[in-house]
């Protein structure tokens, strides 16, 4: 792997992973380098061994800001965890700032007051804003995503519990609160594994304010699953997590959320044609069940869906009819 490392500790490190973005990694820097602000920065770049002009952009950047731009360019490929995990153990900063290479930030105030911020406030590990989101299928923005309620803070059961998640490209955080486990390099959510261990040690702070873009499009990590493997991808998580912790979130983790997350599995496998893996992960959703009664009548309803999904798809046909009929 080759390196290239400034040689001051700045106060935060930009940490961004980039594969084939070669359509929007200029962006996505010219966005970084745009920051006006009163300290230092680095930005720490790992390209995942792009097979398009990726890494020849990256290069032609760092040319012209040696001092601020550490390339991590490996022989070998790393995958989405293994990349993000080999840069934040190369970022120097106090904070880090997260940015992947297909999405970028609209505002060049957006470092300065989210670092503001986490010094003026010691029991926040996270500062998060909204994003506006943009769908490459569609070439247009699809509108700014927020949080209800507006500014807040947010603990680790909010997390677990998915009623918030920060956007990546959103997130600046304290470094150093713990050591990045091996572990993560398995998962493709690594920055959701990142959230609940910070959320573990402090709160997770919304800004009610628009700083950046997430872009949707077929080459994104997440945009571009199917929806079967995000839900695979949030159970492995959550297994990891509550490993890490000793299980001291077993309760809530094991019979609460893995239920709800085997039923939205099992759905999602039944509408991609895979009906093997539908039931597997109905049969698991019924493992759990006997511990909270909340989701017995999504159970039955998916177990319907799954076992006699003509009769389902007729009935519900017959009664649209219907009320188109009475409607009319």
């Not at 700045?10 to 006006?36: C, G, R, W």
């Not at 059961?157 to 955080?173: I, Q």
């Not at 319907?304 to 009320?323: D, E, G, M």
Request: hydrophobic share 35%; glycine share 6%.
């Amino acid at each position: 792997m080759q390196n290239s490392q400034p040689e001051s500790r700045p106060k935060v490190s930009v940490a961004m992973i980039t594969y084939n973005h070669e359509q929007f990694i200029e962006q996505a820097l010219d966005s970084v380098l745009m920051q006006q602000v009163d300290f230092d920065y680095e930005i720490v770049i790992g390209d995942d061994l792009s097979q398009d002009r990726t890494r020849e952009i990256l290069l032609d950047y760092h040319a012209r800001h040696p001092e601020k731009i550490h390339l991590l360019l490996y022989e070998t490929k790393q995958g989405p965890g293994g990349n993000i995990y080999q840069v934040l153990n190369n970022c120097q900063g106090e904070y880090i700032a997260l940015l992947e290479g297909d999405d970028y930030w609209t505002s060049p105030e957006k470092l300065q007051v989210q670092v503001n911020y986490l010094d003026l406030h010691a029991q926040c590990a996270l500062c998060s804003h909204n994003v506006n989101i943009y769908s490459e299928y569609e070439q247009r923005y699809l509108g700014e995503e927020r949080v209800k309620g507006g500014s807040a803070s947010y603990r680790l059961e909010d997390l677990l519990n998915f009623n918030f998640m920060p956007r990546t490209g959103a997130s600046v955080y304290r470094n150093y609160l713990f050591q990045l486990p091996e572990w993560i390099k398995q998962l493709s959510n690594v920055d959701f594994a990142i959230f609940l261990m910070l959320a573990h040690e402090g709160t997770i702070d919304y800004i009610d304010r628009c700083y950046g873009v997430y872009r949707i499009h077929a080459g994104g990590i997440w945009s571009g699953k199917q929806r079967s493997k995000s839900f695979l991808n949030a159970i492995n998580l959550l297994q990891a997590i509550n490993i890490h912790y000793n299980k001291k979130y077993n309760k809530f983790i094991k019979f609460f959320k893995f239920q709800e997350l085997h039923l939205a599995a099992s759905r999602a496998f039944f509408d991609e044609g895979d009906r093997e893996n539908a039931v597997f992960h109905l049969c698991h959703a019924y493992r759990y069940a006997r511990f909270g009664k909340h989701n017995n009548f999504l159970l039955m309803k998916v177990t319907f869906f799954v076992y006699a999904n003509p009769v389902y798809r007729y009935f519900r046909s017959l009664f649209r009819t219907i009320k188109q009929i009475r409607a009319r």
